[in-house]
C-alpha cells in the first residue's frame, strides 16, 4: 500500500544554519506534494506546493524539491530561526484520485532551532 | 484563503457520550474535510462533506461512529458517538484552497482537542 515516510526523530539545529526535511513515498506516483507547518495546539499552515513535473520550488527562505526517481522530496529552510522551530508536515494526493482533493499526510519531522 | 473555525475548542468527556464538534467557514465551500490527529500521529482522513449529499467515509471510519452533517456551504458538524479512550484525539476540519488550478492547498480550523476518560 502507499506509504508516507518522514523523518519522526526531532531535528535540531543553529540558528542561522540550513535546515533540510526529507519525505519519501514509495508504491505510487503522486501528481503533487505539499508541505505544512503545525505548531503546538493548532491546525496545520500550507507552506508549498510542488508538481510531479517541477524539480523545485521557492518561497522566500523556503525551497521544496521532487525527485520523483528516488521518490523524495526535500525541505530547505535557509537561514533558520527559532521562530521556525515547528512540526513539518508533508502530503500528497492518494493514488488515482484525479483532482480529488483528500490528502495522505506524513507523520511530520519535529525541527528545534536553537540559538 | 479561507478563515475556519471550531466549537469547541477543548472538551474533556465520560466514555459512552457523544460530543458534536462544529466547523465554520468564512466562504462558500464544496467539500469539507474532517481529519483525526492521535496524539503524536499525523493526521488521518476521516470523512468528506459535501453540501446536499451523504458524507464519504474513508477505510476504516463509519457514519454510525462519526455522523456528519453539511446543512450549507459554509458550516458542517462532526459527531464523534459512543465515546471511548481511544477516540481521545484532536479534531480538525479542513476545506480547498479556491486559488485556481488543478491542485490547491488546504486551510485547517484550529482543531478541537477531545480528552475520554
Known amino acids: 500500500s502507499q506509504k508516507i515516510e518522514q523523518n519522526s526523530e526531532a531535528l535540531n539545529i543553529q540558528e542561522g544554519k540550513t535546515a533540510t526535511l526529507t519525505c519519501n513515498y514509495t508504491n505510487y506516483s503522486p501528481a503533487y506534494l505539499q508541505w505544512y507547518r503545525q505548531d503546538p495546539g493548532r491546525g496545520p499552515v500550507f507552506l508549498l506546493l510542488?508538481?510531479?513535473?517541477?524539480k523545485e520550488k521557492r518561497k522566500e527562505r523556503l525551497k521544496v524539491t521532487f525527485d520523483t526517481t528516488l521518490k523524495q522530496s526535500l525541505f530547505h529552510i535557509t537561514a533558520s530561526q527559532p521562530a521556525d522551530s515547528a512540526t513539518y508536515l508533508c502530503a500528497t494526493n492518494p493514488a488515482n484520485t484525479g483532482t480529488a482533493s483528500k490528502l495522505t499526510f506524513g507523520t511530520g519531522t519535529r525541527l528545534q532551532v536553537t540559538l | 484563503s479561507a478563515v475556519i473555525s471550531q466549537k469547541p475548542s477543548r472538551d474533556i468527556c465520560q466514555r459512552g457520550t457523544s460530543l458534536t464538534i462544529q466547523c465554520q467557514v468564512d466562504s462558500q465551500v464544496t467539500m469539507m474535510f474532517w481529519y483525526r490527529q492521535q496524539p503524536g500521529q499525523s493526521l488521518t482522513l476521516i470523512a468528506t462533506a459535501n453540501q446536499g449529499s451523504e458524507a464519504t467515509y474513508e477505510s476504516g471510519f463509519v457514519i454510525d461512529k462519526f455522523p456528519i452533517s453539511r446543512p450549507n456551504l459554509t458550516f458542517s458538524t462532526l459527531t464523534v458517538s459512543n465515546m471511548s479512550p481511544e477516540d481521545s484525539s484532536i479534531y480538525l476540519c479542513?476545506?480547498?484552497?479556491?486559488?485556481?488550478?488543478?491542485?490547491?492547498?488546504?486551510?485547517f480550523g484550529p482543531g478541537t482537542r477531545l480528552t475520554v476518560l
Open positions: 479542513s476545506v480547498e484552497g479556491v486559488a485556481g488550478g488543478t491542485y490547491n492547498e488546504q486551510f
Open positions: 510542488i508538481r510531479e513535473n517541477e
